[in-house]
């Protein structure tokens, strides 16, 4: 014989009522635990996308130099190789990799077309961008130093051009003496990142490529992989004490779309989160409510009896406590099932704003985030229960037993 | 004897001033330790109003009232709490038990209620059920009790903390003669074992009969010398 058990006892004889208010909250939770999950994985997601193009840690050479065109062509950190083979001996490392920016015009016969191009280290770039960069039709040996140099585009640039690989093209841009500069590249395949504002205009080829081209070893930035992304911050302080003249960056200062994206997603599913806590308070209080005029008999009685207002008023905060405790474990369960199910069948989303494909639906399953979550349901359900049942203390002894 | 309680000129008013009720006009009486005292009187005689202005579930208007010597007429809430709890038992006309809770929980709350430890619960309920001859429905829910039975358990929770003072209403009103008996039987049978003084509301002759002493109301006013 114990309060809890008095409280428990209250619940299950409550039965229809405390049933349609434990699938309320449950059915809340399950909705809050799926959407902030996709929430979660989309994040997820978006840093991997950042980190695996921009590394972990960035070294950028900030100085303009005026002979060069627009913000793409700014080929400004020099002696990067020393720098490059200096990294290597941190442990932390996995990868340096260079990446000259550069852009001009791009000429098949008569079309032409705008790009914005990306001399990398074809060994390792396409490693790292892993399933974010989609290639196709690639020649083999390709982005090698070749007579003729290899070079590989967006593949709606290519359609512009009417391009297929193999096909002989010609860049043309300014060199870093501001004198017009061409050369004939061979098509060696195509990739698609799923961004049309990228795959219409990019394209990538090796630094050796740009190097003749713009008459320069520099580059634009470099690029670090780590074992541990966080570490990115430790790193980055130590690049940045150690070196001058440059501008060190981790992957979080330059994720400019995760930011926007996460921005955008933390209000709508703040929005969301917060009318499933006015609706589970409204239900809550609602089945209080009605709980305590049902009951106004048997809060006489117990009043009658000696229970003090102070004694029914935890009474029934117990009773919240255990249907809020009841309706978090099947939402947790319920929410745990459905986003296994959603993960095991592969659904797509639509192509989002700005994007031309779908993708795969993940819903992440985090402990941590479903306690936070299901602690934060319980605290809406105890305080719906304290403001619903002041009422219970002003229940008059002698009105409800008469 | 203790003098067990004592009314001093209570009056009971509802509302203010010209459209004021008076339920209750300058009761006086005094109730001893051990004694069982009934409350004779017609429907809306004040009975009821009597029995909780008595059980400090209600306050008087006026005048004076005194459980062991001590002026309680105006206690606040926390303080007539601890009364009620303590020292006074209900048994109510229509029994009021918890719904939900089993025979062994409704016997068991006011022992809950005073802080005993589930020991000693246990043992005292456990012996109470037994003298009942309930033992066989301490699972069972008010629901599955016959009318007589949910009187037995009213009675026991009223008798479990042995309270000094024990107010009945009209205890025999939802029983037939053979139940509202036994009932009767048990309530003189646990206030000479346990020495509690019995203040009873009926107009059951039955039941007047077989108190102590009655006391007679009539229009809110004492009719019967007490």
Known sequence: MSW????????????????????????????????SGFMLSTYDALQEIAMRSEGHVSIID???????????????????????????????V??????????????????????????????EEFRVHGPFLRTDGILNPWLTPQETPDVMLGTQLARTLGATTGDLLILHTQNRHAENSEITVQLAGLYHTGTPDIDNHSLMTNLTTVATLLDTDNISQLSIYLQRREASTAVQTFLQNRLDGVTVQTWYQRAELYHKVKALYDRIFGVMGLIILIVVFLAVSNT??????????????????????????????????????AATTIGMLLAYAISNAINLSELMMPAPPGKTEG?????????????????????????????????????????GLS | MDRRLELEAITKRYGRDKNSIT??????????????????????????????????????????????????????????CTYRRRDIGFIFQRHQLIPAMTVYENIAYPLLLNGVTPKQIRHDVNQLLDTMGLEHRRKHLPKQLSGGERQRVGIARALIKRPQLVIADEPSASLDHQHAHAGLQLMRKLNQAYGA???VASHDPFVIDHCDRKIELLDGRLETPA
């Open chain 1, 94 to 123: 996995v990868r340096v990799l260079p990446r000259a920016r550069f852009e001009g015009m791009i000429s098949k016969g008569d079309e032409s077309a705008v790009f914005f191009g990306s001399g990398v280290d074809p060994k």
């Open chain 1, 4 to 35: 809890l058990r008095i409280a428990l006892r209250n619940v299950l004889h409550d039965g229809t009522r405390v049933i349609s208010t434990l699938l309320i909250i449950a059915v809340g939770l399950t909705a809050l635990l799926v959407g």
């Open chain 1, 359 to 399: 993708y795969p639906i993940f819903i992440y399953i985090s402990w941590p985030h479903y306690f936070i979550t299901s602690v934060t349901l319980i605290i809406t359900v105890v305080f719906a229960s304290f403001i619903a049942t002041r009422n219970a203390t002003r229940v008059s002894i002698v009105k």
């Open chain 2, 23 to 80: 339920a209750l006009q300058d009761i006086s009486f005094t109730l001893f330790a051990g004694e069982f005292l009934a409350i004779q009187g017609p429907s809306g005689s004040g009975k009821s109003t009597l029995l909780n202005i008595c059980g400090l579930i209600d306050n008087p208007s006026d005048g004076d009232y005194y459980l062991n010597g001590v002026s309680v007429a105006q206690l606040g809430v926390s303080e007539r």
């Open chain 1, 288 to 325: 209080i409510a009605l709980a305590i005029h049902q009951r106004r008999e048997e809060i006489a009685t117990l009043s009658a009896l000696g229970s003090s207002p102070s004694r029914i008023y935890a009474n029934f905060i117990l009773e919240a406590c255990l249907i809020g405790l």
């Open chain 1, 62 to 92: 900030d100085t303009p130099d005026p002979a060069l065109g627009g913000a793409h062509q700014q080929l400004t950190l020099s002696h990067w190789q020393t720098l490059q083979a200096d990294l290597w001996e941190d442990e932390r």
């Open chain 2, 197 to 199: 003084s019995f203040l």
